[in-house]
């Protein structure tokens, strides 16, 4: 009995520190590509750009997406309710995968 406690208590640590370092990591990969997205639109004419296909990579958001469904799945194996970090990170890194696929779209019409 104590090692089931145990060990969901262990899944529980873990499903929290993974589902906040999803939120951390989600939330600074949104803003940084909001910022970038921001910047990179509106000088798609310029010649600085003409060169050369700039877009937004689209692997950070799919790093943070992985560990809040890492963190998701623990959470749901340790039957406490700390998924919602996870979920949270998920949903920023969604958002970010979105902007990078639409700023890949906007320079590759050119």
């Given at each position: 009995?104590?090692?089931?406690?145990?060990?969901?208590?262990?899944?529980?640590?873990?499903?929290?520190?993974?589902?906040?370092?999803?939120?951390?990591?989600?939330?600074?990969?949104?803003?940084?590509?909001?910022?970038?997205?921001?910047?990179?639109?509106?000088?798609?004419?310029?010649?600085?750009?003409?060169?050369?296909?700039?877009g937004l990579?689209?692997?950070?958001?799919?790093i943070?997406?992985?560990?809040?469904?890492?963190?998701f799945?623990?959470?749901?194996?340790?039957?406490?309710?700390?998924?919602?970090?996870?979920?949270?990170?998920?949903?920023?890194?969604?958002?970010?995968?979105?902007?990078?696929?639409?700023?890949?779209?906007?320079?590759?019409?050119r």
């Amino acid at each position: 009995m104590s090692e089931h406690r145990l060990v969901s208590r262990a899944a529980w640590w873990l499903a929290l520190l993974l589902g906040q370092a999803s939120l951390l990591f989600g939330m600074m990969v949104a803003l940084g590509w909001t910022l970038a997205f921001a910047l990179i639109l509106p000088q798609r004419g310029t010649p600085w750009l003409a060169g050369q296909r700039l877009g937004l990579p689209i692997e950070p958001p799919l790093i943070g997406l992985a560990i809040g469904a890492i963190g998701f799945v623990v959470a749901r194996w340790s039957h406490q309710p700390v998924a919602r970090f996870s979920v949270a990170g998920m949903i920023f890194s969604a958002l970010s995968l979105a902007i990078a696929f639409l700023s890949i779209a906007a320079c590759s019409t050119r």
